[in-house]
């Protein structure tokens, strides 16, 4: 399960995820992972984006690996649409982009 709140309050944004703490080829039930094995859900792509992902970490780091921090915020969006399409919609991401205005955006990928 993950726990990722993003809010937008006038000019700002705020985004709080979890740590991604246990791993889904784990076979034996109540196996601990340590927390310096977590998987950080949300990602600084620059100064202005980050990305928070949900779901399937393999499909949330392809898509990362294929968005360059000077893409456009469209083209990132496309991005993540692809790979939570080719996901089965099981990894879905939140996009936030901070501007100096009100017109800070969060995007939210999800079927």
Known sequence: MSLIVARKFEDQLCIVS?????HPNH????LKTKPSDGVV???????RVCISFAGDIDDAELALKHINPDDSIDRVIETLTFYHKKS????????????????????????
């Open 18 to 22: 979890d740590t991604k703490l246990t």
């Open 27 to 30: 076979e034996v039930k109540g």
């Open 41 to 47: 859900k949300t990602v600084i792509i620059n100064t």
């Open 88 to 111: 089965a919609y099981k990894t879905e991401f939140i996009l936030c982009q901070m501007q100096r205005s009100t017109n800070s955006k969060l995007a939210i990928v999800k079927k």
